[in-house]
């Protein structure tokens, strides 16, 4: 018997049945151990020992494997065939010698590109040893994240109170980020003025043209500067007599694309199917392991985590053959196509992501949902980058008047040949094949210039990132690795440094503020060259040309020296620093030229920047004596520094006060010891606020009405997501405070109906029925809880993450979220603290008296009293 260990369950199943009875396939779920996460995990005084722990959830999966082991005579370790893989399998084989479970057993390392029985069986055949160098890459990767994590994030916790952490490539993507926003908040819009018309002939339909030059002049952007200017143009164009100076058609060649890599895949399923990177990743891993085929589970898609952009011979063979017989011999090319990646560090180890089979074409396969659309979005690409060259036609006119005073240019793309556009076409150019048909017409004809228009424009700031756009430029600069790319902008958004609006990333205070700390005193390590030399060193490491310690040797030294150096460091200094760096998007310039920083309440004072538990905030050095604040960012909102009485109350002749707060701005009734208080809703500003308001806040909860069903009370309230009206324990929300304060019972009735007729649809907070999971049968919805939203499946409640719109999760996404879930186990409750024993009272002679009146034995003090030493905190891991 050969024991065989791949990475996931479902590939196991799949394998096995490849292999036949003579071979046993388990899962180790992933990585079985990982440095723990406190400090001392790698020590670099120690040569950069490492210590590594067994995941709890891998004991079980571990003694599974160790017990298979014992009725087989061989150990075939097939993990994914990437670093990460390779790691794993090390991992197992460290964990099972020190275990004495292998004895005198055979050990192999194999690989395959894809989950069909030829790849599997074919990589059966041909093992290897264990790649050590590949190894020693990942080692000199897991070393350099912890120690960059778990060094500077505390500096970051004690210097700038309300950071979170600091992740090595990690940091540099948010720099990306925060930099664009501040070139977009310190870009100055620039007027200009272009000219249109529709030219019309005897020969055809009207056509579009684009006035060029002016006076003998070439037109630039910015030639026509005001409306002034734009007018003058419209105008001597109607005035001028126009004819054609000139036709011109050039023949155009395009061709096609190489297959899909792991970053290009993600760029264009955002662009093409706004699918996230871990969506797409999702999605990519189920194609890969495969679906039911005719009884047999077939990997459709090879590995998706790679940068080459290659595919071997075999498949470039059956993907010529699907091309002559699906769409004739004319959309093949006379030779066979071979790329090279073009993108910095890219490793030509693998190859493209490509179907396992051309001749599975999507509409044959019946898949559904994200899986079909991302499987012809693969197929589509990787059979184009094989097909013949595009013929297009690209005619340009040029018109004029005979006194050389306006110029016109018009100018269409016809297609003469489709070739691999019938199949796939490059987004930005898709319009293009599409684009104005001009009529047949020949130089000296005369046209008449018809709608000739001024059009106002300005220019625009570079738009926001977007995942794609933001993995592109990370390839670009040769930050990171494909495979980590996901992961990257998910911990970004875990941590709150940034937030996707609209799907492009906007920088959070938070994170702008770490960035600005990092620019200033770890300058070094959050440089886009520095970080990309750091990936191709550790490059070097994986093609076995550079020793793995050494490279972390020459990281520590710099690093360590550096973290030094910030030891001596005030929160002040910190601060004053970041006032200058954060200078123009804090304290932006003001119109009449006087001090931007200075206090508008006080009249010595200085405006800096502030940072507490809940986060950063502008504030008055002269604090306390000066309140003011405002919040963090261009043009922030101001607080009021002092609390305003708006009025006394009619009923209890208290007055009325308007504060604010840590936790924002409220209403108050009187200075009691704990008085009424009620924070003001999101929708209602801070300005208008009057006396009226804030006993109407105060007033609450409104009782609405009796219910006419059961004669219980319907009341509204505002509670911490907003206003509600609430009834027999069903909340039914309100869109404003407003519709709080004025709803009637009819149509509290009919709200809280509705939200009883959603709850019996779906459950409570049900925000889609999926349907009845495919191993359980049970029913499986999206719901919507307090702390987002989350899949449910019977008792199991798996989180669903950030960056995935919970409208767009569909059956296999749930099942993988509760498969997840599952093996993670049940989170573990907290022990409640042992109770105190009371002192037992002493026996007296005394006569016995009642128990309301027995003395205490005060003088006794009991050990339970020693309160325990506080253990540090040990610093997440990056």
Same mark, same amino acid.
């Given at each position: ?704 009405? +009796? $219910? @006419? =069903?059961?004669? /219980? ?5 505002? &509670? #911490?997501? *907003? !206003? %509600? ?46 349907? +009845? $999971? @495919? =191993?359980?049968? /049970? ?5 919507? &809880? #307090?702390? *987002? !939203? %989350? ?48 002192? @037992? ?38």
């Amino acid at each position: 018997m050969n024991l065989v260990i791949v990475e996931s369950p479902a590939k196991a199943k799949t394998i096995e049945k490849y292999l036949g009875k003579d071979y046993k396939v388990l899962a180790s779920f992933g990585h079985i151990r990982d440095l723990p996460s406190k400090n001392g995990s790698v020590r670099p005084d120690e040569d950069f020992a490492m210590d590594w722990a067994v995941d709890t959830r891998a004991k079980k999966r571990i003694t599974d494997i160790v017990n298979a082991l014992k009725s087989s005579d061989k150990l075939i370790l097939a993990t994914d065939p990437d670093r990460e893989g390779e790691a794993i399998s090390w991992h197992l084989l460290e964990v099972l010698e020190k275990k004495k479970a292998l004895k005198d057993k055979q050990v192999e390392r194999v690989v395959f590109n894809a989950i069909t029985k030829k790849s599997v069986t074919d990589a059966i055949k041909a093992p290897r040893e264990l790649d050590m160098e590949l190894v020693n890459a990942y080692l000199a990767r897991r070393a350099l994240d912890y120690l960059v994590g778990f060094t500077l994030s505390p500096v970051l916790w004690r210097k700038l109170p309300g950071a979170r952490s600091a992740g090595r490539v990690q940091s540099v993507c948010l720099r990306l980020i925060t930099e664009r926003e501040t070139e977009i908040e310190q870009f100055q819009n620039q007027e200009y003025w272009t000219v249109d018309t529709d030219i019309a002939s005897t020969k055809g339909k009207n056509f579009p043209a684009k006035l060029v030059s002016l006076n003998g002049d070439k037109l630039t952007k910015f030639s026509l500067g005001n409306e002034k200017a734009g007018h003058a143009a419209r105008d001597t164009v109607k005035a001028a007599s126009l004819s054609i100076s000139s036709v011109t058609a050039k023949p155009v060649k395009r061709n096609p694309l190489p297959p899909y890599t792991t970053s290009t895949l993600q760029q264009d399923a955002s662009g093409r199917l706004g699918f996230s990177a871990t969506r797409t990743m999702q999605t990519a891993q189920k194609l890969y392991e495969g679906i039911n085929i005719g009884g047999e589970t077939v990997g459709l898609i090879t590995y998706m985590r790679t940068d080459g952009v290659s595919m071997v011979g075999e498949a470039i063979s059956e993907a010529r053959s699907t091309i002559t017989n699906k769409f004739g011999a004319k959309y093949l090319p006379e030779k066979v196509r071979l790329y090279k990646s073009k993108a910095k560090n890219a490793q030509e180890a693998h190859e493209a992501i490509r179907p396992t089979s051309f001749t599975r074409a999507p509409a044959d396969l019946h898949l559904s949902g994200d899986q079909a659309k991302l499987y012809e979005l693969i197929w589509n690409r990787a059979m184009a980058s094989q097909m013949a060259t595009a013929q297009l036609e690209r005619t340009t006119i040029e018109i004029g008047d005979k006194a050389g005073t306006v110029g016109f240019r018009a100018s269409g793309t016809v297609v003469r040949f489709d070739g691999f556009m019938v199949l796939f076409q490059e987004r930005a150019k898709k319009a293009e094949a599409d684009n104005v048909r001009l009529p047949d017409i020949a130089a000296n004809d005369m046209v008449v210039a018809e709608k000739v228009e001024a059009e106002q424009h300005f220019t625009q700031p570079p738009p926001r990132y977007s995942e794609a756009s933001l993995v592109k430029k990370m390839e670009e600069l040769g930050i990171g690795r494909p495979s980590t790319y996901a992961s990257i902008l998910k911990v970004l958004q875990d941590r709150d440094y940034v937030t996707l609006d609209k799907k492009r990333f906007i920088p959070a205070d938070k994170g702008r503020l770490v960035i600005a700390f990092l620019e200033e005193f770890f300058t070094k390590y959050v440089q886009y060259d520095y970080t990309a030399e750091l990936e191709e060193r550790l490059d070097l490491v994986s093609d076995g040309k550079l020793e793995w310690k050494k490279l972390l040797a020459n990281f520590w030294e710099g690093f360590a020296a550096q973290v030094d150096g910030t030891k001596e460091l005030r929160i002040t200094q910190v601060l004053d620093a970041l006032n200058v760096a954060l200078g123009p998007m804090v304290f932006p310039e003001k119109e009449d030229g006087s001090d931007p920083r200075k206090c508008p309440t006080c009249d010595d004072g200085q405006l800096s920047l502030k940072v507490s538990r809940f986060g950063s905030f502008i504030g008055c050095t002269n604090y306390p004596d000066c309140k003011y604040t405002r919040s963090f960012g261009k043009g922030g909102e101001e607080t009021p520094s002092e609390d305003t009485v708006l009025g006394t109350d009619p009923d209890s002749g208290l007055d009325v006060w308007l504060k604010t707060g840590r936790y924002g701005p409220y209403v108050q009734l009187g200075e009691e010891k704990k008085p009424k208080r009620t924070s003001l809703p999101k929708d209602w500003p801070f300005d208008s606020i009057d006396l009226f308001k804030a006993l109407k806040l105060l007033s609450l909860p409104r009782h609405v009405g +009796d $219910h @006419p =069903e059961d004669g /219980k009370k319907i009341t509204g309230a505002i &509670g #911490r997501y *907003g !206003p %509600y009206i609430l009834h027999a324990g069903v909340y039914a929300n309100l869109e404003s405070a407003d519709e709080m304060f004025e709803v009637g019972v009819n149509r509290a009735v009919v709200l809280l109906a509705e939200k009883k007729a959603k709850r019996g649809a779906g459950g409570a907070g049900a925000l889609k029925e999926l349907g +009845d $999971h @495919p =191993e359980t049968k /049970k029913p499986v919805r999206v719901m919507s &809880g #307090r702390y *987002g !939203p %989350y899949v449910k499946c019977e008792k199991v409640n798996a989180t669903i993450p950030k960056d995935v719109d919970p409208n767009d999760v569909t059956m296999d996404m749930a099942v993988e979220y509760i498969a997840a879930k599952i093996a993670k186990g049940p989170a573990k409750k907290r022990k409640a603290p042992a109770k105190k024993k009371k002192a @037992p009272a002493k026996k007296t002679v005394a006569k016995k008296k009642p128990a309301a009146k027995k003395k205490p034995a005060a003088k006794k003090k009991p050990a339970a009293r020693k309160t325990p030493a506080k253990k540090k905190a040990a610093p997440k891991k990056d």
